[in-house]
């Protein structure tokens, strides 16, 4: 079966590409603001994510980090600002050229009736308002892109079982492998990993960063737990009040990162940072 992101001119024994530290830039958000009733839910947000790279987005509640990857993700207008993916303004983009963009939710978002592979094959139709447009014509290669995805997460062997029999972590790895089927520059994933428990969050964070990795898919994730941000992101942005006021190497976000975070009182050791 062919992988799903091959790359030209790369050595890959295993049909991915190699990873890489760095590449283009992905997705590039310059002075972003979204208010909602003259409130700013996120203000003035800049902020670049290349291909191979894994960037946590932390904050607290409310701090604006699902407004800003709705705005990214093509769901909500902002007020000011530009977002560009590969270069290319969203605002721009239309139809099938969307599909470069795929977007990861905390509660999965699959269609309980439909098997793990139609779930996927809804990637192909992009993520908007998807199985509205299900006809079940989908071609051989979109079939065969679909096990491929299904395989890259583990997942082959349920492919013809319904969404609603598969557990939590499987249901986010469909979700994953339905992202992927769109091949997009940017996965966007908004705490992909509150509703699951911290073995199956481990295991879920590894893929996504093995997928950035390897395939060259930049991602952002935002995330609830400082220390699965410091574990697997490459870089960690932090949030607050709807402005960026860290924006350091995983490996640099250290104390006095997490206190201008959090605030001085919280505990730095702990690993939850507060839930919506
Ligand atoms: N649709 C909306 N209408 C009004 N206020 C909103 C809406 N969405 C978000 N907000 C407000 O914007 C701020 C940021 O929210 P949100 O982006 O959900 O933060 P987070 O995801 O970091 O918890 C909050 O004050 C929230 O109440
Ligand atoms: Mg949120």
């Given at each position: 079966m062919t992988a799903p992101f091959p790359t030209p001119g790369v050595d890959a024994p295993n049909g991915f590409a190699r990873p890489v530290l760095s590449g283009p830039p992905r997705l590039d958000v310059r002075g972003l603001s979204k208010a909602f009733g003259g409130v700013p839910a996120i203000d003035?947000?800049?902020?670049?994510?290349?291909?191979?790279?894994?960037?946590?987005?932390?904050?607290?509640?409310?701090?604006?980090?699902?407004?800003?990857?709705?705005?990214?993700?093509?769901?909500?207008?902002?007020?000011?600002?530009?977002?560009?993916?590969?270069?290319?303004?969203?605002?721009?983009?239309?139809?099938?050229?969307?599909?470069?963009?795929?977007v990861v939710f905390q509660q999965f978002n699959l269609v309980n009736r439909l098997t793990a592979m139609e779930n996927v094959l809804a990637g192909r139709l992009g993520y908007v308002a998807a199985w509205r447009g299900w006809t079940?014509?989908?071609?051989?290669?979109?079939?065969?892109?679909?096990?491929?995805?299904?395989?890259?997460v583990g997942l082959l062997a349920q492919a013809m079982q319904r969404a609603d029999t598969l557990s939590g972590g499987q249901q986010q790895r469909v979700a994953i492998a339905r992202a992927l089927a769109q091949r997009p520059d940017l996965i966007v994933a908004d705490e992909p990993v509150a509703s699951l428990d911290p073995q199956t969050s481990v295991s879920v964070l590894e893929l996504l960063r093995g997928i950035?990795?390897?395939?060259g898919v930049g991602i952002v994730c935002s995330l609830h737990q400082v220390h699965f941000a410091r574990a697997y992101a490459d870089r960690i942005v932090g949030l607050m009040g709807g402005?960026?006021?860290?924006?350091?190497?995983?490996?640099?976000?250290?104390e006095a990162a997490f206190a201008n975070l959090y605030g001085p009182q919280a505990d730095a050791g702990s690993s939850e940072g507060r839930r919506d």
């Open positions: 003035n947000v800049s902020l670049t994510v290349r291909g191979h790279e894994f960037v946590a987005v932390l904050g607290p509640s409310g701090a604006g980090k699902t407004t800003l990857f709705r705005c990214v993700a093509g769901l909500l207008a902002p007020d000011a600002g530009d977002i560009r993916i590969g270069g290319r303004d969203i605002s721009e983009m239309r139809g099938a050229e969307r599909r470069r963009i795929a079940r014509r989908f071609t051989r290669a979109d079939r065969l892109l679909a096990l491929s995805c299904l395989d890259r950035a990795h390897t395939e402005k960026v006021v860290v924006d350091a190497p995983a490996a640099a976000f250290d």
